[in-house]
């Protein structure tokens, strides 16, 4: 689903270069729940931004469902960021947007019809639950109900993969497990294919099937997430 190789990238030019990532491989698998866990300027979010296209990788492939997105044009990157879903750690919802507005403005930038946005936005906001509070701002939110927003809104453009940056780290553990529950439901029920970014190794822990350690631009260790955390 994912195929990753020798992916470099260096931010800045001579003196000031810097190496975030130097010769990256990673190898996700469709519908599964990929874990990449990492200290603080491991390289994590340089990672993240290589996948959904917000930054051009210096070196290497990177393979979406068997699209290499370092080779497409500005028409073709639009098209290929519907296909992925994001959650963020701090939601990044539209403060002066209602929550339906927040899940419909995806949809609206495509185009879809009125009737076609209203039925999808109802059906996303029973999966997350919140029909109850569609007409809230997010400010009249708890943490995890706007997450639960954010994952909606990352739904509405029915996208193959879905990249968590940090995405439970700013809600307590309890708030931080129903989010995971939701992850794993909607994992189980379309088949999507899951990539969460943390530093908790509890998150890794409870809802991932493989992991990846990530260290100073380049993976350290990968495979099953027990094979992983119970090595001596
Ligand atoms: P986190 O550790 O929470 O993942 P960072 O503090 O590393 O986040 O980075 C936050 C943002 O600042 C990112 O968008 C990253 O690209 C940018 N950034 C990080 N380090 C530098 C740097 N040395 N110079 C310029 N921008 C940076
Ligand atoms: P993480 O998300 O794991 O904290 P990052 O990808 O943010 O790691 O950072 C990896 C390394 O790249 C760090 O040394 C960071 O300072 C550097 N870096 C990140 N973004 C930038 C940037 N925009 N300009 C310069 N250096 C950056």
New binding site residues.
């Given amino acids: 689903m994912i195929e990753i190789r020798g992916l470099t990238k260096v931010?800045?030019k001579g003196d000031k270069a810097?190496t975030?990532l130097s010769g990256l491989n990673l190898s996700i698998k469709k519908g599964e729940i990929f874990g990449v866990i990492g200290h603080?300027?491991a390289g994590?979010?340089?990672l993240i931004?290589c996948i959904n296209l917000l930054?051009r990788p210096t070196e290497g492939e990177i393979w979406v469902d068997g699209v290499e997105l370092t080779k497409l044009n500005r028409g073709q990157l639009q098209e290929q960021r519907r296909k992925i879903g994001m959650i963020f750690?701090h939601f990044n919802l539209l403060s002066s947007a209602t929550v339906y507005d927040n899940i419909a403005f995806p949809l609206r930038l495509t185009g879809s019809t009125r009737p076609d946005i209203d039925l999808k936005v109802k059906d996303l906001l029973a999966l997350v639950g919140l029909e109850e509070h569609s007409d809230k701002y997010p400010a009249q939110l708890s943490g995890g109900q706007k997450q639960r927003v954010g994952v909606a809104r990352a739904l509405a453009s029915d996208p193959d993969v879905l990249l968590c940056?940090?995405a439970t780290s700013a809600l307590d553990p309890q708030t931080t497990d129903s989010i995971l529950r939701l992850l794993l439901d909607i994992n189980k029920r379309f088949h999507l294919t899951i990539v969460l970014i943390t530093?908790e190794m509890h998150v890794i822990q409870s809802i991932c099937d493989r992991v990846a350690v990530i260290h100073g631009g380049g993976i350290v260790e990968e495979g099953e997430v027990t094979e992983v955390f119970l090595k001596p």
Avoid: F
């Fill in positions: 931010y800045g810097a975030a603080s300027g994590k979010s340089t931004r930054e750690q940056d940090e530093h």
